[in-house]
C-alpha cells in the first residue's frame, strides 16, 4: 500500500512539474530578448566566450528534445529553440552549452554519467523482463529478482548521477547569461525560473527510481523471511 501510495504520488508529482514545465516554457517563449539572438546566437556565444571551437550546433525535430552529445560534440537545439528570439530558448540554449563546457573542463559527475551509459542502455534494456520474472519465479528462483534488481540499481544509480550535472549546466547558463548581458533585470529572472523547472523534472524521476528500486528490494526480502 505504501508504494503504491508513493508511485502515485511521484506520478502526481511528476505531471504536475510536467505540466508547469511546459506552461513556463511556453509563456517564456513569448517574451523576446532585448538584444535580438536567436538560440543559435547564444549557444554560439557562449561556446566562443568559453574558448570551445570544435562543438557543432544543430537543429532537431520536437519540442524540448535539445541535449549535448558528447559523443560527437553537438549541441541540439529544438527548432523552437535554434531559431527562437526569446528568455526561453536563450535559457535552454544556454544550458546545453553548459554541458559542453562541463565536457570541455572535464567535470567529473559527467565524465561518470558518460561512462554509465553502456550499462545504463544495456540494464534499460532489460531490467523490466529480468524483474517481471523474477517476480513469477521469486519462490522457486529467487536469485533472478535480485539480478533484476541490481539492473534497476545502474538505471537508478544513473538518474542520481544526472542531477549533479544537469543543475550545474544550469548554474553555468545562467551565470554567462548575466555576466555575458545576453539577459538583464527585466529577463534574467525568468530564464532562472524556467531552468529551475527543467531541473526538478530530473530529482522527481531520480526519487521515483530510488523508491521503485526500495520496493523490488522489499519483495525480494519478503521472500526471505
Known sequence: MIFWILIIGFGLLGWIVSSTLSSKF?????????????????????????????????SVEGTLTDHYNPANKTVNLSDA??????????????????????????????????????????????????????VFTVNSFPQLIWVGIALFAVTTIFSFVTLPVEIN????????????????????????????????TYVVAALSSLATLIYYIMIALGNRR
Open 81 to 134: 529553440v535554434y531559431h527562437s528570439n526569446s528568455v526561453a530558448a536563450a535559457a535552454v540554449a544556454a544550458h546545453e552549452c553548459g554541458h559542453a563546457v562541463q565536457h570541455a573542463r572535464a567535470y567529473a559527475p559527467l565524465k561518470m554519467r558518460s561512462a554509465l551509459v553502456p550499462a545504463v542502455s544495456f540494464a534499460s534494456k532489460w531490467v523490466m523482463w529480468v524483474i517481471l520474472a523474477g
Open 169 to 200: 549546466a544550469s548554474s553555468r547558463a545562467l551565470v554567462w547569461l548575466n555576466t555575458s548581458g545576453i539577459t538583464n533585470a527585466r529577463t534574467h529572472d525568468k530564464a532562472e525560473d524556467a531552468l529551475k523547472w527543467a531541473a526538478y
Open 26 to 58: 511556453k509563456k517564456y517563449s513569448q517574451i523576446p530578448l532585448d538584444n535580438g539572438m536567436t538560440g543559435r546566437d547564444v549557444a554560439q556565444k557562449m561556446l566562443r566566450d568559453n574558448g570551445i571551437y570544435d562543438v557543432s550546433i544543430t
